[in-house]
């Protein structure tokens, strides 16, 4: 059984970073994808950045060049490092996993396209 928990969220200034942290337990590292999603207040759920088995990545283009998805096997953890933080960028981050040997990219940062979800934790970025 897939289980995902999330850490490393808070709050920050504007310009600032944060790096967000998901261990992962139960995945299948021979394919899968995961990734980071995030939801405001009243707001759907949009896809931030993923990555799959071979270690390519996607990123939103509303994350691009301040964003950074990376996956450290050996220590079987997810990061998501943010800089240049934007009050936009106010949400609850989910971790994401999904065991499947092939997914387009155009796909991959749709939340309808992921079976496993963690708790969320927040990143305020006030300006």
């Known amino acids: 059984r897939v289980q995902l928990v999330e850490s490393g969220g808070g709050s920050v200034q504007a310009g600032g970073s944060l790096r967000l942290s998901c261990a992962p337990s139960?995945?299948?590292?021979?394919?899968?994808?995961l990734a980071w999603f995030r939801q405001a207040p009243g707001k759907e759920r949009e896809g931030v950045a993923a990555i799959d088995s071979i270690y390519s990545t996607t990123y939103a283009d509303s994350v691009k060049g301040r964003f950074t998805i990376s996956m450290d096997v050996t220590k079987n953890t997810l990061y998501l490092l943010m800089s240049n933080l934007k009050p936009e960028d106010t949400a609850m981050y989910y971790c994401?996993?999904?065991?499947?040997?092939?997914?387009?990219?155009?796909?991959?940062?749709?939340?309808?396209?992921?079976?496993?979800w963690g708790q969320g934790t927040q990143v305020t970025v006030s300006s």
């Open positions: 139960g995945v299948s590292y021979g394919h899968y994808y």
């Open positions: 994401a996993a999904e065991e499947r040997v092939y997914m387009a990219w155009v796909s991959a940062l749709r939340p309808d396209k992921y079976n496993y």
